[in-house]
């Protein structure tokens, strides 16, 4: 990396190479230093993201079956066009996996260009009806990749099964949402910003069709495909997650909500180990306290982001805020540093905490925090 840093401010050649992600499953990104190069999606979903997707798959059902005694029969799979990219079609992979679908690639190119529907006898379970939640950015980079889920959909929805082995039998409508033609994000309302069909639909609202899928949903899913970033880095998962959440309780639904990161765990679980794991870890703290102004606006963002999970989810977090506020408003030394490096951040952490606690969604273990 060092050697083609130097070549590149020579203006010299840069050897290119793929981008993404060797944790998932990449390693044709391997070595590091190359002139990074995005991804063809006509290779989407590749083989070594399918291999992943398997193993994903398996501990999605397992970890409904263990929790609600019984395979899922809906699933809302939140997809984004980064992590696409990253591992190669992962997402999408599992989208079709869960269907008893398999994508068919052709052995000359490795292009994807078709698929294989599973037969129900070659099955160990039912298939799942899956709806995905599509980003802004996979919607415009991966318009093959939607119109290929659509396609094995309306495949399996299509064929002569059991309802109680195929509950897509005889369905129709779209199973793929997301935001307005030209608009990104999940923004304060999830709903909102996901009611534009893709597939059937190019872009067309159809909030009837949503409701019914988020109403009728078992769990919803969101991979966290590398471990640099998690659920406390900003608004933006809890807009998706949280905003889903939110979503379905306004629709009289109480899903399964699942984070994977390598393991199955409900969001709620997730945002627990992110809380003890990083933003309240003071090893963390220390290191962004050797960042100044920057180091301080990082711990503002935790603050807001548990913030956000607390008022979307069902679950409380009393306890994370607690530990939360120990480590930085309840620290001395941590409290001065944020007066002294960063002062906006220091009086936006104080008012979250705040609101939190007028809106009655954290009890304070101690008095002393009104102080």
């Known amino acids: 990396e060092r050697a083609a840093l130097l070549a590149a401010l020579d203006g010299r050649f840069v050897q290119p190479g793929p981008a993404g992600a060797p944790s998932a499953g990449r390693t044709d990104v391997l070595p590091t230093g190359r002139n990074l190069a995005g991804v063809d999606p006509r290779m989407l979903p590749t ?44 997402d999408i992979a599992l989208a079709l996996l869960l269907l008893g679908v398999r994508p068919v690639w052709d052995e000359g190119s490795g292009r994807v260009n078709g698929y294989s529907i599973t037969p129900i006898a070659e099955m160990d379970r039912p298939r799942v009806d899956v709806t995905l939640r599509i980003s802004g950015l996979f919607r415009d980079a991966f318009a093959a990749q939607v119109t290929l889920f659509d396609a094995a959909a309306t495949a399996v929805a299509a064929r002569d099964e059991a309802a109680d082995w195929n509950p897509l039998a005889g369905q129709t409508g779209p199973r793929v949402f997301g935001p307005a033609l030209g608009q990104y994000g999940a923004g304060t309302d999830w709903f909102a910003a996901s009611v534009s069909g893709y597939g059937k639909l190019e872009g067309v609202a159809d909030a009837a069709a949503l409701a019914a899928r988020v109403r009728g949903a078992d769990a919803f899913l969101h991979i966290q495909d590398h471990a640099e970033t998690d659920l406390l880095d900003g608004p933006e ?10 979503a379905a309780a306004a629709l009289g639904a109480s899903p399964a909500l699942y984070h994977q990161d390598g393991g199955v765990r409900t969001v709620a679980e ?23 102004y920057a180091g301080a606006a990082e711990i ?31 620290a001395t030394a941590v409290d001065a540093f944020l007066r002294r490096e960063n002062p906006d951040a220091h009086a936006a952490i104080a008012a979250r905490f705040g609101a939190m606690r007028d809106a009655g969604l954290w009890h304070p273990r101690r008095n002393t925090v009104a102080a």
């Open 47 to 90: 083989r070594s993201a399918l291999t992943l997707a398997e193993r994903a798959a398996t501990d999605l059902l397992r970890r409904h079956r263990q929790d609600h005694g019984d395979w899922p029969r809906s699933i809302v799979l939140n997809v984004w066009g980064s992590s696409a990219m990253r591992t190669g079609g992962e």
């Open 300 to 330: 503002a963002r935790a603050v807001d982001a548990l913030a956000a999970f607390a008022t979307t989810l069902p679950q409380r977090f009393d306890r994370q805020f607690d530990l939360l506020h120990d480590a930085t408003l309840g």
């Open 270 to 292: 997730q945002v627990v180990r992110v809380v003890r794991g990083r933003a309240a870890n003071p090893v963390w703290i220390a290191g962004m306290m050797r960042h100044g």
């Open 237 to 246: 998962y809890a807009a998706h997650l949280g905003g889903f959440a939110a």
